[in-house]
T-cell receptor, first 112, second 113 residues
Framework: GAGVSQSPSNKVTEKGKDVELRCDPISGHTALYWYRQSLGQGLEFLIYFQGNSAPDKSGLPSDRFSAERTGGSVSTLTIQRTQQEDSAVYLC??????????FGPGTRLTVL | QKEVEQNSGPLSVPEGAIASLNCTYSDRGSQSFFWYRQYSGKSPELIMFIYSNGDKEDGRFTAQLNKASQYVSLLIRDSQPSDSATYLCAVTREGGGADGLTFGKGTHLIIQP
């Protein structure tokens, strides 16, 4: 596709449930990033993939968060046992061996 | 702790005037600097990037970088109502941005018709 795509666009879940968020980067982009934007807050960097590898997972907020990337393309961010403070817009970005990152439309997660 | 500071605004500018947005950063290792525009309810859209000290112009937009002062700015000439948005400053180190981007919280810009 022409840009980064993310699904679902909106997700409402109950506290304690697991959720999976998907990101499909721009074709040919080897780097993929996940960010979180909470209401009234700036964008918070979560994790970076170069190919299928994530060299540094320390940005993930807790061990309930995990991410994987397969085939150097699609990535999934999984949040286990969701909490209300996980409510935010989760943004994915991709880049092609440069610092210039292009963002997807985001997934708005609401934990009730 | 890497920090990027921006005045949250709102910054109100009359249509046709120059809007000046400013950003300071704490990490002297920062090498790449970006300005993103974010409309309400939308994702950030890349406006400009700059790597070297000085000015970089693209259409109505000019990015200015002063690494000695750890200061980045964005000028928008001939401001239009469609420029009304939140402008995010972001920085990263070299190496393909492996640390990700560090964002400021953004400046809310309002262009008054």
């Amino acid at each position: 596709g022409a840009g980064v795509s993310q699904s679902p666009s909106n997700k409402v879940t109950e506290k304690g449930k697991d959720v999976e968020l998907r990101c499909d980067p721009i074709s040919g982009h080897t780097a993929l990033y996940w960010y979180r934007q909470s209401l009234g807050q700036g964008l918070e960097f979560l994790i970076y993939f170069q190919g299928n590898s994530a060299p540094d997972k320390s940005g993930l907020p807790s061990d309930r968060f995990s991410a994987e990337r397969t085939g150097g393309s699609v990535s999934t961010l999984t949040i286990q046992r969701t909490q209300q403070e996980d409510s935010a817009v989760y943004l994915c970005a991709s880049s092609q061996n440069t610092d210039t990152q292009y963002f997807g439309p985001g997934t708005r997660l609401t934990v009730l | 702790q890497k920090e990027v500071e921006q005045n949250s605004g709102p910054l109100s500018v009359p249509e046709g005037a120059i809007a000046s947005l400013n950003c300071t950063y704490s990490d002297r290792g920062s090498q790449s600097f970006f300005w993103y525009r974010q409309y309400s309810g939308k994702s950030p859209e890349l406006i400009m990037f700059i790597y070297s000290n000085g000015d970089k112009e693209d259409g109505r937009f000019t990015a200015q970088l002063n690494k000695a002062s750890q200061y980045v700015s964005l000028l928008i000439r001939d401001s239009q109502p469609s420029d009304s948005a939140t402008y995010l400053c972001a920085v990263t180190r070299e190496g393909g941005g492996a640390d990700g981007l560090t964002f400021g919280k953004g400046t809310h810009l309002i262009i008054q018709p």
